[in-house]
């Protein structure tokens, strides 16, 4: 089968996707795709939602910035604070709508 992309959350360069056949995540931020299992999205955004940006960023390329894991060991995203905080308001509006899709589906 195909994968058939359904939108859950966009904004300015920005979309998260899943796969209504295979329910792969596509995460894309300005020209970055990344694809997730469920799950690992899940886990990414959980992990995500727990960072603390003001212990743990670094300086890169002249300004503050946060480097962070993905589920592909040789993909990281490397996020400046307003990146970081326009992120994890989507991935937590991605979450609720996983969730509740998750419930509907049981
Ligand atoms: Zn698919």
Redesign the pocket.
């Given at each position: 089968m195909s994968?058939?992309p359904k939108i859950l959350v966009e904004a300015e360069n920005f979309s998260i996707a899943q796969?209504a056949?295979?329910r792969?995540i596509g995460f894309h931020f300005k020209n970055i795709l990344v694809g997730f299992e469920a799950d690992a999205f899940l886990d990414f955004i959980k992990s995500y939602s727990k960072v603390d940006f003001d212990k743990n960023c670094t300086m890169l390329v002249g300004q503050e910035q946060i480097i962070l894991k993905t589920c592909h060991t040789d993909i990281q995203f490397a996020f400046n604070r307003a990146e970081f905080d326009f992120v994890n308001q989507r991935l937590q509006q991605a979450k609720v709508i996983l969730e509740a899709n998750r419930i509907l589906e049981l």
């Open positions: 994968c058939k796969c056949n295979c792969r």
